[in-house]
């Protein structure tokens, strides 16, 4: 994609994958367990299970790392495309069967609650797996039918072009969106999609917007900016964590009706506005 200016921005890993089934000299029999199961099987688990009692097959799974990338695509917060690059290591897993651990469901036999987990030998060189390509307003147009969620979202990228925070990097710098497939009720493909920052290292706690007022508070709120890296950082890091974190902007909110100014016009006049309606993401 010539043209575009992209930019490594974030890794995130250790998270697991279901993968295939191998022999006891990890020869492949299959890269998918679950389709490969739901193929031999007919839907007799009982037979499944006695055709492959003796195999000493083995299950593996793939230890993964996403590698993100972004390029804007307009000034706009939301206009930008994300890549997602997986980085792969299928390693064995567990048993396909065990003995006292027999399953009575396909699904407890594809992905089972309790097993033997085996030492991580690997099964396979690593390799680069392209995930995804998203074109952020293409995903908004859609997340608008996913209800409150949706909104939300809307107003979180909607707060950042009103806010301070526009006036430095693009978003897709400082964000990224975690993206989830799921399927609602009417048997609908839908996404539900999480705004992570692209931070590296270990995050800093927010201010305490229990204990500190006036200068303290001021000085601790542009001191998490700096860190951060972005303007009205906390108020963004506040909206993507925990909302027993509303006390910081109640405390914000407090001092500026009070004697003290230590906030741009249009980062208060979002502030004032959540107030009104409060939200996060």
């Not at 797996?129 to 107003?155: C, K, M, V, Y």
């Not at 890091?237 to 974190?245: G, P, V």
């Amino acid at each position: 994609m010539p043209g575009f200016d992209w930019e490594w921005v974030l890794t995130r890993g250790h998270w697991h994958r279901i993968g295939g089934v191998v022999d006891a000299d990890h020869q492949r029999i299959t890269t998918q367990i679950g389709q490969w199961a739901e193929e031999i099987s007919g839907g007799d688990i009982d037979e499944l299970v006695a055709t492959y009692f003796d195999s000493n097959y083995i299950v593996t799974q793939h230890s993964g790392t996403t590698h993100f990338f972004t390029a804007p695509i307009g000034d706009k917060s939301d206009e930008f495309i994300q890549v997602e690059l997986e980085e792969l290591q299928e390693v064995v897993h567990r048993p396909l069967i065990e003995t006292e651990l027999l399953p009575d469901t396909l699904e407890e036999f594809i992905d089972p609650l309790d097993y033997t987990r085996l030492q991580p030998d690997a099964v396979d060189e690593p390799c680069y797996h392209f995930r995804r390509i998203t074109i952020i307003p293409d995903l908004l147009h859609q997340a608008a039918q996913n209800g409150r969620a949706g909104i939300s979202l809307h107003r979180f990228f909607n707060d950042w072009e009103s806010s301070s925070a526009h006036e430095g990097d693009h978003f897709c710098r400082h964000w990224v969106l975690a993206l989830r497939e799921y399927m609602n009720s009417d048997k609908e493909v839908r996404w539900s999609a999480r705004p992570i920052p692209t931070f590296v290292g270990e995050m800093p706690d927010l201010p305490s917007g229990t204990t500190l007022r006036g200068v303290d508070l001021a000085n601790a709120i542009h001191g998490y900016d700096r860190k951060m890296g972005f303007h009205f950082a906390w108020f963004f890091m506040m909206l993507s964590s925990k909302s027993e974190n509303f006390a910081l902007a109640e405390a914000v909110l407090s001092d500026q009706m009070g004697s003290y100014d230590y906030l741009p016009a249009r980062d208060l006049q979002v502030l004032r506005h959540w107030e009104k309606e409060q939200y996060a993401v």
